[in-house]
């Protein structure tokens, strides 16, 4: 068994597709519309869906948002260096809700910035690297 991808409702499924690949660099890997069912699905990822696990972007058409709800957490992505990944970000338009540095009672240097319909990504930073 391995984990294929993790799926998210978007509200805005242009505006999450630009925030993944142009913010995070991820790419779109594949985009299918389904007019019956009236919903989109897109793929994104760093790599291919036989390499490694992606993120599902599901738009339903009539839905224009959704509540995250308390049960979802984040999504975590290994970064070289955080403090310039954030930066990155904000560059970008991005939003970052955690600025980088030691998390709480540990010395591992993360923080977290928002996609457009609020779902967090945690970067953390590689081992190795104390700023």
Known sequence: MRLLHTMLRVGDLDKSI??????????????????????????????????GAVIELTHNWDTPGYNLGDGYGHIALEVDDAYATCA?????????TREAGPMKHGTTVIAFVADPDGYKIEFIQKKGRVD
């Open 88 to 96: 990155a970000v904000k560059a970008k338009g991005g939003v970052v």
């Open 18 to 51: 630009d925030f993944y690949t142009n913010v995070l660099g991820m790419k779109l890997l594949r985009r299918h519309e389904y007019p019956d069912g009236r919903f989109t699905l897109a793929f994104v990822g760093y790599q291919s869906e036989e390499q």
